[in-house]
């Protein structure tokens, strides 16, 4: 898909909610059970604060994801994220009924997304995002291949390059007293 070319400020500028995935963009895309069954995902610090900080910017965070997990809800619930769809078969919908709820336009929507079930609402949104290890196709459809892979931080680049590009990083620099 070939879109013009848009600086970070002008793609970022309308920018109010990011939805993204989980396995592929919040975890590296490993399903790993454990002896008695439990479902086991690495999350990456960064991206938590990351997710943090954008929502204590004022702006949404929801969590679109096919698969239903223990483990996706408790992190969500750690960080604070109350928009958390779980075992959605069609990511299109489910992200029309987010935007819906919160009164929001597809152009101030930023997608995360890795692979071909998140192509819908990539070619949908203002910004369509893809961690370096993205599907082909998602890559191509994304505005932004950023330079970190799933689950090694690739939600934090994603949110520190929205709020730079928005001018409000440094709103949450920790101020150095003497």
């Excluded at 991206?47 to 992190?75: H, N, P, Q």
């Excluded at 935007?99 to 929507?109: H, K, R």
């Excluded at 993205?134 to 950023?146: G, M, N, P, R, Y």
Aim: hydrophobic content about 40%.
């Amino acid at each position: 898909m070939s879109r013009a070319f848009k600086s970070d400020h002008e793609l970022s500028a309308s920018i109010r909610c990011i939805l993204s995935d989980v396995d592929g963009v919040m975890t590296n895309g490993a399903i790993i059970y454990g002896s008695s069954g439990e479902e086991v995902k690495s999350f990456h610090v960064r991206d938590g604060l990351g997710i943090k900080l954008w929502m204590r910017s004022g702006f949404t965070f929801a969590i679109i994801t096919a698969r239903e997990s223990e483990v996706v809800k408790r992190r969500a619930a750690e960080l604070g994220i109350s928009e958390v769809h779980q075992g959605s078969a069609n990511k299109y919908d489910t992200a029309r009924e987010i935007i819906q709820s919160i009164s929001c336009d597809w152009s101030e929507v930023c997608y995360v997304g890795d692979d071909l079930p998140d192509l819908p609402v990539m070619k949908k949104v203002g910004l369509a995002v893809a961690p370096a290890d993205a599907a082909k196709d998602v890559s191509e459809a994304a505005q932004w291949i950023l330079k970190s892979k799933g689950g090694e931080g690739a939600l934090r680049e994603c949110i520190e390059r929205l709020l730079r590009a928005k001018r409000r990083w440094h709103e949450h620099l920790p101020t150095l007293s003497p």
